[in-house]
Every structure is written in structure tokens, then in C-alpha cells.
């Protein structure tokens, strides 16, 4: 049976020292069972603009720990948005995922517990560092085959060169969209999890509209609006509708 890796990470940035001991003091509270106060030292670090993966996975753990599910689940994803690849955080977002109760149907009949369409979920997992090295690789392998071409180097057959000059193009193409889905993704789509218990989604932005429908703890939900504190939401059925900023936190 599969469990939750709560092993407290290492930060990879280096700490000044005020910062090393407020990180220290609350891997210490941590592993006391004390994960509120855990969580009130990690925030702090968080509040100074501390952007790191480790910090994240560390604050999702205590949340984990005080079945806070939704704020979990917000920071195994921040900390996934730095660090697409790391294992032991792709692993527990997926075992905290599953007590999500909202299971939504997107516009195929595919049940998207995540609450946001798969196309977002996969472009923002890519690494840009490794999309851009194959960027790199493929351009020069290209270029060296035109090269090789123009100084009538022939390794391979007129047909072939033909054909790898044609996958080239095709690869540099579908590597070139992957990179700018995955700025798009992270820079331009906002997603945002649910952390009330339940969270009334309305018909407009104020509390005066008809309810439409209600979203739980724990759902990822794309942003495509704001009005004050009031913003729109999107599922991936094409439901949309209005949520009070204070239901829901952005990641």
C-alpha cells in the first residue's frame, strides 16, 4: 500500500542566517508534532518571498499532518511548479488528490479529480530546462545535417536526408509549442486550489446572485476574472461561476 513521504526536505537555496534558524526551528517543531507552529515559522519564510521547492513540499507535509487537505495540495503544487520531476511530491499530490470528492466530468466524459482540464496540468509539469536543452539539441543536429548537405557529405541517401531533414522540422516545431504551452501555462493560465470545507460557487460576483453549484475542499480551479474579491472560475465540464477570494487560494 502506497503511503505519504513526510521525510522533511532540505532547502536547496542557501539561508541567512536568520532565515536558517527559522527553517531549523521549524523542521524541529515538525518532528515534535507540533505542525501549527511548523507551519507559522515555514510561512514566515514564505512571506519573505523564499521561493523554494523543498520549503513548499515541507509546508504541504505539515498540512498533510493536520488533514488540511486543500492548503496540501496548494503547496505540493507550488512546490511541483518549481520542480516538475520531483518524485516524492508527485507521488503524495497524487494520494491527496484521491480524497478530493469532487470528481467533475471535463468536455470528453473524462473524470478530471483534479478539477482543471489535463492540457494545463501537463504543460505546467514540464521542465523548462529540459525542454529548452532538447530545443538546443535538435537545432543542432539540424544544422549539422544542412551543413553536412551543403558540403555534399552525403552519410545518407537523397530520400533520407529528405525524410530527417522533415522529422527535424516536425520535432523542432512540436518542441517550439511545448515551450511557449509551458510559459503560457505558468505565466498566463491561473489556477487556484479550494481550501474551505465547501465553497459556494454563484451566478455572479456577489453574494446577492443564485448559488449555482458548490465546490470542495481540495479542487484546482482555473481563474479567469476578478471583481474586487469576487472571481471567476472555470471547470473543465464548462462550468463557470463566481467564488469569494477567501474560499480558495491562488498557486
Known sequence: MKILIILLMIPTFIFANEYKDIFDKANKSYKKGDYKKAISLYSILEDKEIKDNNLYYNMANSYVKLEK?????????KALDINPDDLDTISNLKLVNSKNI???LNSAGKVEVAGVSSIYSFLRRLNPSILMISFIIIWSLFFIVLILKKLNINIFSKSMNILFITL???????NTSLIFGNYYALSKVKLGVVVNKKLSVLEGPDSNYKELFIVHEGLKIEITDKRDKWYEITLPNGNIGWVDSKGFKQI
Not at 487537505?69 to 503544487?77: H, K, N, Q, S
Not at 527535424?168 to 512540436?174: E, K, N, Q, S
Request: no cysteine; proline share 0%.
Open 69 to 77: 487537505y486543500g492548503y496540501a495540495i496548494l503547496y505540493y503544487e
Open 102 to 104: 469532487d470528481k467533475i
Open 168 to 174: 527535424f522540422l516536425i520535432l523542432i516545431i512540436f
